[in-house]
């Protein structure tokens, strides 16, 4: 946690699983090691959908869950989780925050797929799935706040005025369970909101995360244009083509080399799609 450089190499690697998990679908909850007992996203766009509608991506943003403080903490956190460096921007930049936001509005953020009866665990057993009384979006209010109470007893600051190694201190201590919360316990808020920055990182940037595709691009992640035939024989030669978005496809931008076949097919679908919501 402490050092940036290795960070983002570790996001690096499980960026690649996870980028191609979260086309278009939600990353697994696999993706993060000890996370397992997180449930995926059911991811929500923040668009309207193909059908005669709104292009997607051209939606203002607002936060619609987060309160002001709320959105400050995790803006500070998310950014220390993937923070900028040579290897490009970081978590804040790419709309991180503002996709977590939109999904705790939906599905995935009101557990309307999750099993909400008891048992409850207070020590969750990872193979059992989640277990907590919480949903994920009650979950992230009272983890923000507990952890700015914890922030504020500890350093006089709430977490995003403090130093990076302080800010650092802090997550550690969440990761680790040597800080602790009353009502809920502080590593499966930590484990969620990791697990949901990775995902925001990666996911196609139509889910409000990834702007400008930069997940795609630390990795070399072509995008939703997964069509590989004409390159199957292409031993040892790198498949170096811009990253082609959800978006990209539905608003018929031009596309590079490469990419040509995969385009045609998605917009033909896309046709077929329209056809059948007339």
Request: proline share 8%.
């Amino acid at each position: 946690m402490s050092d940036q450089v290795s960070r983002k190499n570790f996001v690096a690697i499980i960026g690649t699983a996870t980028a191609a998990a979260a086309v278009p679908s939600a990353a697994g909850a696999a993706a993060v090691p000890g996370a397992a007992a997180m449930p995926p996203m059911e991811m929500a766009a923040n668009t309207p959908q193909p059908g005669g509608m709104a292009p997607l991506g051209n939606e203002p943003e607002a936060y619609t869950y987060f309160t002001e403080p709320e959105a400050t903490f995790i803006e500070a956190a998310v950014e220390r989780l993937i923070p900028t460096d040579a290897n490009g921007p970081g978590a804040r930049s790419a709309g991180v925050a503002f996709f977590i936001d939109q999904q705790l509005v939906g599905a995935f953020g009101t557990a309307a797929k999750m099993y909400r009866n008891g048992p409850w665990g207070t020590a969750p057993t990872p193979m059992q799935g989640y277990q907590l009384r919480q949903t994920p979006a009650e979950l992230y209010r009272q983890g923000i706040a507990a952890t700015q109470a914890y922030c504020n007893k500890t350093y006089q600051s709430g977490f995003a005025a403090l130093t990076a190694a302080q800010q650092d201190d802090v997550l550690k201590g969440l990761d680790g369970g040597t800080i602790k919360f009353d009502d809920l316990p502080a590593k499966v808020f930590f484990e969620m909101l990791l697990q949901n920055t990775v995902e925001g990182f990666f996911s196609d940037p139509l889910y409000g995360g990834n702007r400008d595709k930069v997940g795609w691009k630390l990795v070399g992640f072509p995008g939703v244009a997964a069509f590989y035939a004409n390159k199957i024989t292409d031993y040892n030669k790198p498949y170096n083509v811009p990253p082609v978005s959800i978006a990209d496809v539905q608003q018929g931008r031009p596309v590079a080399e490469g990419h040509e076949l995969m385009h045609h097919m998605a917009m033909e679908n896309a046709k077929a799609l329209d056809k059948v919501n007339q």
